[in-house]
């Protein structure tokens, strides 16, 4: 009895692994930076930044949703479509914040 064959996809498609592996140590690193950045929000709320304040905040919360999303959610590693669908829906998200903050200064 023949054993069967695994399944490779489509014909003519080869089939690619995207897992590169990622060392402890980088994963060390990658948590240690969200402690500190965390430290960094936590330091910055306390300091007298007037109107610069939420743009730190701000900047700070994208560095690490940045690194959560690249290495954590292993992104970093896949497909360019996937980055381009992350890229879009970082967009979208970004209209959306734009439109409402807009909406509420323009009230006032």
């Known amino acids: 009895m023949k054993s069967p ?4 996809g489509m014909p003519g498609q080869e089939s ?11 994963y060390l690193l990658i948590w240690l930076s969200l ?19 939420l743009v730190v905040a701000l900047l700070i919360a994208v ?3 940045s690194l959560v999303v690249n290495y954590f ?10 980055k381009v669908f992350i890229g879009i829906a970082g967009f979208t998200i970004f209209v959306i914040y734009a439109l409402t903050f807009s909406d509420v200064y323009f009230r006032r």
Do not use: Q, W
């Open 5 to 8: 064959e695994p399944d490779r």
């Open 16 to 26: 690619k692994t995207h897992e590169e592996p990622i060392s402890y140590g980088l």
């Open 35 to 53: 402690i500190a950045l965390t430290a960094t929000t936590v330091a910055v709320a306390g300091i007298n930044l007037a109107a610069f304040a």
């Open 63 to 65: 560095t690490k949703a």
């Open 73 to 82: 959610m292993h992104i970093k590693f896949e497909d360019r479509i996937f």
